[in-house]
Every structure is written in structure tokens, then in C-alpha cells.
């Protein structure tokens, strides 16, 4: 019924109509985790913009792709229906496409959500080629994509796709393998942004498979006996170079270990000769 007495609009799936709240559902495979500090007390539906909705063949309620916190607050207030614009005839990839174009516009989402979003697409586009090419590797090595800032867990979600689309997918299977061979896997400040940074600009040095390998057993055989903060340190003292810098230090320091000019016993020394301590 709801379907039928709509505002339909000429040679397209959109339509305009009033819906009730509780045929609305929303798919946490591509839907970011609702809001905690919502407010309630205060809702002009006026005031609202529409919601819009993906109505799925066959089915007998909604899906939410962007609006649930405006329909939330509404039935907190007393409202159960809302006026919401519809396409007709979607599928779960469609919807999580539409929900992640979000981000082309007024709104951002989360790196994380945007992520999901793209994952649940389905392939529909290079974001979401990107994203589940990402997803696999991940999955391949045990890294946790969550949102999360923990150890074990991708922290740098947008350099990941970002290095695939820079580098390929060679290039970050290649980083994800001398993190898991180094036993780096489960120690802090690993899958951010700066870190995977370091290693792409060290994979993209070399010239010759035999020249990845070469630099992944160096910089795995150092790893083994360090950690990304003692890294750090030995990058300020050497090159006396502020926060501010260290990504260009940090590069500049994995360069030397994996070409062989930079040693673990060189960064034990300074480390333990200089008691250094930085901070982000």
C-alpha cells in the first residue's frame, strides 16, 4: 500500500511517501553503529530532512541507508511515521554503495564506515574493488579491521586502500608479510598510517623481486629485536629532526636497514646510550 499511494517520479525508482518507523530495519553490514549521545528532548520533524530508504523485492519493510538517528529520535518524541524518499527493487550491495556515497557530499563518514560500507558493495566500484581487495589481505594475515586503534588491528584503514591504489596489492600483501615474519603483528603503532607509509616507500625503492626479498629478510631480521618505538628514537637522535619530520626519518632509518647500512646493534646502541624518549 505504501508503495502504491507513493509519490512516484517519472522513468525512475524513486519515490516519495510517509512511512511507518517500524517497518524501517537497518543492515549492520554496511550501517555505521547508531550514536550514543542523540538527543531526543528536541525534534522538530520540520526541521528534518527526508530518510532515505531501500525497498528490497519481495519484502514487506524498509532499509535504512541514511536517516536512522533522525528515525530513532522521531519515535523517542512520539512520531511513527516519517516522510522518506524510497528506491524501489534495491539489493544489499546497492544500498551499501548509496550509504557510502554519502561521503562524495555534505556528510563524512568514519574511515572505518566507509570502509564496511564499500566492503558490503559488493565490488561496484573502484572504492569497493579497493576495499575488499584490502579486506582479503587482512583477512589473510589476521589483522582486525573494527575501528579499533589496538594492537593487531588496521589503524591506517584509508592508507591501506590508499597504498593499493598508489602501490597494488603486491605492495601491501609485501608490508603485511614483513610485519607477520618480523613478529611485529601484535605490538602497538604497527597498521597506522605512518608505519605502512615507511614500508611502501621502501617496497617502491626496489627495482627487482630479488631486491624485495633482500630488503624484506634485512628488515625482518631487525624487527625481530626491536620495536617501532626504539625506531623512532634512534630516527630523532640521528637525524636531530623534530616530531614533525619523523615520517621522512623513519623512512630514512627503514631504508638503511633494509639496504644494510643500518644494523640492529646500531639502534640497540643509541637506545640504550641515549635515553630517549618520544612521544606523537
Not at 210 to 225: A, P
Request: net charge neutral; with cysteine; hydrophobic share 35%.
Amino acid at each position: 500500500t505504501i508503495l502504491i499511494n507513493a509519490d512516484k517520479r517519472s522513468g525512475r525508482r524513486k519515490m516519495i511517501a510517509r512511512v511507518p518507523i517500524d517497518l524501517m530495519e537497518v543492515d549492520m553490514t554496511y550501517q555505521r553503529e547508531m550514536k550514543n549521545n542523540i538527543v531526543v528532548d528536541v525534534f522538530d520533524e520540520d526541521k528534518c530532512a527526508m530518510l532515505t530508504l531501500g525497498h528490497r523485492k519481495g519484502e514487506k519493510i524498509f532499509w535504512i541507508i541514511d536517516g536512522q538517528n533522525r528515525a530513532y529520535a522521531a519515535l523517542k518524541n512520539g512520531i511513527t511515521d516519517l516522510d522518506a524518499e524510497i528506491f524501489e527493487g534495491t539489493t544489499l550491495e546497492e544500498e551499501a554503495e548509496m550509504f557510502a556515497m554519502q561521503n562524495n557530499g555534505t556528510k563524512r563518514l568514519h574511515a572505518y564506515d566507509l570502509f564496511k560500507s564499500n566492503v558490503a558493495a559488493g565490488g561496484r566500484n573502484k572504492d569497493s574493488k579497493t576495499a575488499i581487495s584490502v579486506k582479503r589481505i587482512c583477512d589473510k594475515y589476521n589483522v582486525i579491521v573494527d575501528g579499533s586503534k589496538t594492537a593487531g588491528h588496521l589503524t591506517g584503514i584509508k592508507e591501506a586502500q590508499d597504498i593499493v591504489n598508489r602501490s597494488g596489492i603486491d605492495c601491501l600483501e609485501w608490508i603485511f608479510n614483513v610485519i607477520s615474519v618480523s613478529g611485529w603483528h601484535t605490538k602497538p603503532n604497527v597498521y597506522t598510517s605512518r608505519t605502512m607509509a615507511t614500508f611502501e616507500s621502501v617496497y617502491n625503492s626496489c627495482q627487482d623481486i630479488i631486491t624485495k626479498r633482500y630488503y624484506h629478510d634485512n628488515i625482518s631480521n631487525c624487527l625481530r629485536k626491536t620495536d617501532e618505538s626504539e625506531i623512532k628514537s634512534y630516527a630523532m637522535f640521528t637525524y636531530r629532526g623534530n616530531k614533525h619530520e619523523i615520517r621522512k626519518m623513519m623512512r630514512s632509518v627503514m631504508m638503511g636497514i633494509a639496504n644494510g647500512s643500518i644494523v640492529y646493534d646500531d639502534i640497540s646502541r643509541v637506545n640504550n646510550g641515549n635515553n630517549i624518549l618520544v612521544t606523537d
